[in-house]
């Protein structure tokens, strides 16, 4: 198992800007990809960006405009969300993941074990 750590939630003003962090620890592995999902009131989660193990390869949900990067510490089982330009109908939990390859993190959250709590962030206009 995996065990996940998200941090750096919080209350922002529209046009803001913020950045998640989610640390791992137990079994993890190079092959695993790690990313983040969203999830609005009322709503299912849904998928924001996802990272290569290495770093190497990133990629995003459709409907983002490129204010969103992911990356990752070389070296460090920690992944970031760096969110630009924030809107207030992004308010909602934002969750951390792991899972075994591309396919089961661009296609989740359906197939994804490894989850974090979350952590809440609040987008106000």
């Known amino acids: 198992q995996v065990q996940l750590v998200e941090s750096g939630g919080g209350s922002v003003q529209a046009g803001d800007s913020l950045r998640l962090s989610c640390t791992a620890s137990?079994?993890?592995?190079?092959?695993?990809?790690m990313g983040w999902f969203r999830q609005f009131p009322g709503k299912e989660r849904e998928f924001v960006a996802g990272?290569?193990?290495?770093?190497?390869?990133?990629y995003y949900g459709d409907f983002l405009t490129g204010r969103f990067a992911i990356s990752r510490a070389y070296g460090d089982n920690t992944m970031y969300l760096q969110m630009n330009k924030l809107k207030p109908e992004e308010t909602g939990v934002y969750y951390c993941?792991?899972?075994?390859?591309?396919?089961?993190?661009?296609?989740?959250?359906?197939?994804?074990?490894?989850w974090g709590k979350g952590t809440l962030v609040t987008v106000s206009s």
């Open positions: 993941a792991v899972a075994p390859s591309y396919d089961i993190m661009r296609n989740g959250p359906s197939g994804i074990d490894n």
């Open positions: 137990g079994q993890t592995s190079s092959q695993y990809h």
């Open positions: 990272i290569s193990w290495s770093g190497v390869s990133t």
